[in-house]
C-alpha cells in the first residue's frame, strides 16, 4: 500500500477539521483587520480642476511602499518607495469618482499619510501600526 493516499487522506482531515473547528483568534483578526478601509468623502466644483489636484501618497518613520491607486476600478499610479504623488485633475471631469489606495508598507511600525490638495481643498488620511494600506476617497465633481 502507497503512503501517498493516506498522507493525502490525513492532510484533508486536518484541513476540513479546522475549518468546522475555526482557526485560532489571533488569525481571524488579521484577516478582519486586512478588510477595513478608512473612507472619506469630498465634494468638488468642476472649476478646480483647471488647477492641478495632487494625491500625494508619503511613507513616514522609515517606512517603504508599494501599491496603487485606482480611480474608478482602474490603476493610474503604481506606488513605490516612500513619496509617490498623482495629479487628479488629469483623469478627473463630472461626476461621481472612488480612487482607492490600496498596497503594503514596510516596516510595519511606520506609517503612511495621504494627502490631496488643490487650490481650494486639503485633506489628510493617515493609517499606521499594521503594514497594510487601504484608503478609499468618494469624490463628487460638479
Known sequence: MSLKPLALAGLLTIILSSMVSGFPQDIVAVAQFQTSIQSS????NASE????????????NGANLQGHVKLNGQVIKTLQGHH???NLSNYLGRGNHEITVKGNYYPSRGSVMIELKGNETQITQQTSGNGLLNQQLNMEVR
Open 41 to 44: 468623502s469630498i465634494n468638488l
Open 84 to 86: 509617490n504623488q498623482v
Open 49 to 60: 480642476l483647471n488647477q492641478p489636484l495632487w494625491l500625494e501618497i508619503k511613507a513616514l
